[in-house]
C-alpha cells in the first residue's frame, strides 16, 4: 500500500505541474499586455485581434492535436507542448512586428490546445490506474499557477520594465517544473476497451461524434462560457448596475475565483462520496438559482453572493465532463477541449451583445441560462461513479442505439 500511495503521489504531483505550467504561462504573458502594446505601438483594437489570435489558435488545433495523440501519446505530447510553451515566452519578449505578433500567438493557441488535452489525459489516467479522484485538484493547480505568475510579474515590475528578463525567468520555472514532472508522468494512457475499439475504428473511417461526446462537448462549451463571462462581466456588473465603489468592483473576480479554488480542492471528496453527476448537475443549478436570484434582488452584497454561488457551483464542471470525456477516446476529448475553448472564446463576447441590446442585467442573465443549461445537458448523461466502483462507461440516457453513425 505504501509503494500504491507514493507511485499515485508521484504522478498526482506530476501531472499538477503540467496544469500549473499552463496557468502560469498563460498569466505571465497576459500580464505583460500592456508592454506588449507599447512596444508595438498598438490600439485597443489591435491587443483584442492579438488576444483573439490565441483563441482562434486552439479552436483550429483540434485535428492537429487529435492527430498527436494519437501519434505521440499524452506523456510525450504534454512534455513537447510544455517545452514549446517555455521556449515561445522568449519569443514573445522580442516581438518584432505586429505580424509576427499574430503569428507568434495563434502559435500559442495550438500549444495550448495540445497541452490542455494531454494534461487532461494524464489527469483522467491517473484517476483510472490509481482509482482514486484527483481531477479537481489538478484543476485548482491551474488556478494557483495563474496566481504565481501575477505575483512574480509584480515583482519583476518592480526590478525592471523590460520584459525579457521577467519572460526569461518565467521559462526558467518552466523548464524546472517540466524537468520534475518528467519521471512522474504516466508512460501510458489507460483507455477504456470500448474507447479502444473505437479508435481502430476510426483508424479504418472517418466518423461522427458520438451522441454522447457532443452532450459532454455542450455541457463544456456552456461550463466554460459561464467561467469566462464571470471574469469579463461580473466587475462591470457590479460597478455600472450594482453601483459598487471602484474600489469595491474588481471584488466580484476575487470571490469566484476564491469560491473555484476552494471548491476544487473539495471537489475529488465529493465526488467520491455522491458522484460526478449529481455534483455537476446540482453545482450548475446552483450557480443558475444563485445568479437569477442575484439579479432579480439587485445591490452589491446579493451580487457577490450570486457571483460566489457561481463560483462555488461551476468549479466541478470542467474537471468532470474531462473525465467522462477521456474515457471516450483521445478525439472525442480533443473535440469536448476544443468546444470549451470556444466557449471560452465566444461566449463573453456574446454576453456583451446581449447587454449592449437589452442592458447587463439581461446579459447577466444570459450566464445564468448557460448554467442551467449545463445542468440540463447533464441530466442527458450517465456519469461514472467513483475511482473503485464498477460502473460501465458512461452513456446517454437513451434507448439502445449506436454509438456513433459512420460517415462514408
Known sequence: MPRIQDDFRRGQLAVAALFFSLGFQYASWASRIPSIKAHLGLSAAEVGLLLMATGVGAVASFPLV??????????????LSALCLALLLLAMAELPDYPVALLVMCVDGVLVGALNVSMNA?????????????????????????????????????LTSSVLPHFLVAAGLLLAALVGARPGLLAEDAPAEAAEAKEEKKKRSWTLPARLTLWLGIAM?????????????????????????????????????????????????????????????????????????????????PALIGFACVGLGVAA????VYVAAAAQGSDA????????TVGLLGGPPV???????????????????????????????????????????????TRAEPAQADAH
Open 66 to 79: 487529435a492527430w498527436l495523440m494519437r501519434r505521440l501519446g499524452s506523456r510525450r505530447l504534454s512534455l
Open 221 to 301: 462549451a456552456f461550463g466554460t462560457i459561464t467561467e469566462g463571462a464571470m471574469n469579463d462581466w461580473s466587475s462591470l456588473y457590479l460597478k455600472e448596475v450594482a453601483k459598487a465603489s471602484a474600489e469595491l468592483a474588481p471584488m466580484g473576480i476575487a470571490v469566484v475565483s476564491v469560491m473555484m479554488v476552494l471548491a476544487r480542492l473539495l471537489t475529488d471528496g465529493w465526488r467520491s462520496r455522491w458522484g460526478d453527476g449529481p455534483i455537476v448537475r446540482t453545482g450548475s443549478a446552483l450557480a443558475a438559482l444563485g445568479l437569477a436570484l442575484a439579479l432579480l434582488v439587485g445591490g452589491v452584497v
Open 122 to 158: 494524464q489527469g483522467a489516467a491517473l484517476e483510472v490506474r490509481f482509482k482514486r479522484n484527483t481531477m479537481a485538484r489538478l484543476h485548482a493547480t491551474f488556478s494557483g499557477g495563474s496566481l504565481v505568475a501575477a505575483l512574480l510579474a509584480s515583482a519583476m515590475n518592480l
Open 333 to 340: 476529448l480533443t473535440l469536448v477541449a476544443t468546444m470549451g
Open 351 to 397: 454576453i456583451g451583445f446581449v447587454a449592449n441590446a437589452a442592458g447587463l442585467v439581461w446579459g447577466m442573465g444570459a450566464v445564468a441560462l448557460a448554467a442551467l443549461i449545463v445542468s440540463l445537458c447533464a441530466t442527458r448523461i450517465s456519469w461514472p461513479a467513483a475511482p473503485g466502483r464498477e460502473t460501465p462507461e458512461p452513456q446517454l440516457l
Open 317 to 320: 464542471v470542467t474537471p468532470c
